[in-house]
């Protein structure tokens, strides 16, 4: 069956470091592959999405790889501040299949 | 900005009563997803709509849950009867495949006493 791991269920870092979040998947070809970020008592909120063609999308300080051969995700935050403190999803989508996601991995960063 | 409405925020019940959820999508998104999302289990998928079709269920339990498209303005999910291990936040998300990530909603809270 389909199964998505995120490395961690968190991540402590300092304020100013890089963030690298991981996603791993098996038994799945995605055609898309997203990230979502989480705050408490909120749903979440639409990152980034990298298809399948593509290596590497940017949008500001975020910045998402994908390497469908080795079948993982990596997510940077780079220039981390206390505001991207939340909990960021990896979510993989087939095109005609549904939108699974990973369990998450809590940041915070630290002043 | 557009938004996915979620009615109703909060909802206690007992044990055994009808629960109804309703999700307003975002107009002209084809692609409506029902989330179940918990401590333990993370975001699970109930349901998934595409062009008001229901295309896959599986993640539902079928003897107590049941998801609707009546237009395309409103997805519905209810529940009956409802039981203590249904309590959670339920997500709806709506969206255009492979354009840009989805909408969620705010949630509706669960608590089934």
């Known amino acids: 069956s389909q199964k998505i791991e995120q490395n961690s269920e968190a991540l402590n870092i300092q304020e100013g470091k890089t963030a690298t979040l991981t996603c791993n998947y098996t038994?799945?070809?995605?055609?898309?592959l997203q990230w979502y970020r989480q705050d408490p008592g909120r749903g979440p909120v639409f990152l980034l999405l990298i298809r399948e063609n593509e290596k590497e999308k940017r949008k500001e300080r975020l910045k998402v790889t994908f390497d469908t051969t080795l079948k993982q995700s990596l997510f940077h935050i780079t220039a981390s501040q206390p505001a991207d403190s939340a909990t960021y999803l990896c979510a993989l989508d087939g095109g005609n299949t549904p939108l699974v996601f990973g369990k998450g991995t809590r940041l915070s960063v630290i002043a | 900005d557009a938004r996915v409405t979620q009615t109703p925020r909060h909802k206690v019940t007992e044990m055994g009563q009808e629960v109804t959820m309703r999700c307003q999508p975002i107009?002209?998104?084809?692609?409506v997803f029902w989330y179940r999302q918990t401590m333990m289990q993370g975001l699970e998928l109930l349901a998934y709509?595409?062009?008001?079709?229901?295309?896959?269920d599986s993640g539902m339990p079928k003897d107590r849950f049941s998801a609707e498209m009546p237009d395309a303005t409103l997805a519905t999910l209810k529940i009956q009867p409802s039981e203590p291990r249904d309590s959670a936040v339920y997500f709806c998300?709506?969206?255009?495949?492979?354009?840009?990530?989805?909408?969620f909603g705010s949630g509706t809270r669960l608590t089934v006493v």
């Open positions: 709509f595409r062009n008001r079709a229901p295309l896959d």
């Open positions: 107009l002209g998104h084809n692609t």
């Open positions: 998300a709506s969206g255009l495949v492979g354009v840009y990530g989805y909408t």
């Open positions: 038994n799945y070809s995605p055609a898309y």
